[in-house]
């Protein structure tokens, strides 16, 4: 017994974060949202190169396709090498056979080669930021599919949000941003206020202070997870779709996790909420329509019936009509090969980070 859906859509992923499991502990546990992105994922994305970016996005594809999620908005940070990762990331994708959307997060926090914690706003840009803007437009204008990336505002120059914003218009595209995640950042809304617009995906949105134009991606796990608190988007009048910020991509799971946490916050909420932060992420990919997944629960009456079943999996997936995944394995490639390519790009990876 089974029931079917549309291809699912990840509206905020981490793809280069795949080889996050299994890296080397940080020599000093990090007690604050800060102290985690200074030393968990800004030494990963640091010791990044092209080898290594390409199966940390080829088994996180893969394991998505597997999830039953054909369609992933990606969010990048290589800095050590910027040029050309969104080509990189975008042919892994297309290998593994998901759709894609890309971005680098363009970013001030790098100074040449030395990382800095607080940016200040009237500061000049940095040449990382003009990298990653580079970057961006280069994509872009060949062709690819994606928006302009930026990191966050409290790590970007007032110059370095105006210049994203005017290459986003410029390309007749959004800016994909992070958006007052923590409390580092709660100067966001004042900063993009007059910048923002429906085209934009505002990711987390945790400390949002105001109502900002653009689309909220929530990415509930991720929050919880970081302990930044609850973004509960219900209090904005924004479309609202689901991410998990590089936690995988089974948005099954995703969305499961997202009713518990809504309904703890307001026990009258219902999962066809959360069910429809699933389907509002389908404008980004309307072709999504052509991907069917069929799962191991055979009751479609309801969201309710798939916010209280744990433990649904994917069995089968088509694109376009085309079987790529049967009985849960993958048809177009080979799993094995792709995980033992990733365990060696990630090995080669945490040993650099074990000498940090």
């Not at 990331?89 to 926090?109: F, M």
């Not at 040449?127 to 990336?149: H, K, P, Q, S, T």
Request: glycine share 8%; charged share 20%.
């Amino acid at each position: 017994m089974s029931f079917e859906t549309r291809g699912m859509v990840c509206a905020h992923h981490h793809l280069y974060s795949s080889f996050a499991r299994g890296m080397p502990a940080p020599a000093v546990t990090p007690n604050s949202f800060l102290s985690i992105l200074e030393n968990v994922w800004w030494k990963i994305d640091a010791e990044l190169d092209l080898d290594t970016l390409y199966w940390s996005a080829a088994l996180g594809a893969a394991e998505a396709l597997c999830s039953g999620t054909t369609a992933i908005i990606d969010h990048h940070e290589s800095p050590m090498a910027i040029d050309g990762s969104l080509d990189v990331i975008a042919d892994a994708c297309s290998i593994i056979g998901v759709k894609s959307n890309l971005s680098y997060g363009v970013t001030d926090r790098w100074d040449g080669s030395t990382l800095r914690s607080k940016v200040s706003p009237l500061a000049p840009i940095t040449d990382g930021a003009v990298r990653g803007l580079r970057e961006n437009e280069r994509f872009l204008r060949a062709g690819g599919r994606g928006m302009v990336g930026v990191h966050a505002a409290f790590t970007c120059t007032d110059e370095t949000l105006e210049r994203a914003t005017s290459l986003a218009e410029s390309m007749n595209t959004g800016v994909h941003i992070h958006v007052a995640e923590g409390l580092d950042d709660k100067d966001a809304g004042a900063r993009l206020q007059n910048r923002a617009t429906d085209s934009w995906l505002l990711v987390h949105a945790v400390h949002l202070d105001r109502q900002l134009s653009g689309t909220i991606v929530h990415n509930p796990r991720s929050n919880m997870n970081n302990s930044v608190g609850y973004a509960n988007p219900v209090r904005f009048s924004n479309d609202v779709v689901l991410g998990t910020d590089g936690i995988g991509a089974d948005m099954l799971e995703e969305a499961r996790l997202a009713y518990v946490r809504l309904r703890e916050s307001d026990v009258t909420q219902t999962p066809d909420t959360v069910w429809q932060w699933l389907h509002t992420a389908e404008k980004f990919f309307p072709e999504i329509l052509e991907d069917s997944v069929t799962w191991s629960y055979d009751n479609t009456d309801s969201p309710w019936h798939v916010a209280f079943t744990p433990g649904i999996r994917c069995v089968d997936v088509r694109v376009k009509g085309q079987l790529v995944v049967k009985d849960g394995m993958p048809t177009q490639f080979d799993m094995t090969e792709i995980r033992t390519k990733a365990s060696e790009a990630a090995s080669k990876l945490h040993k650099k980070l074990a000498l940090r």
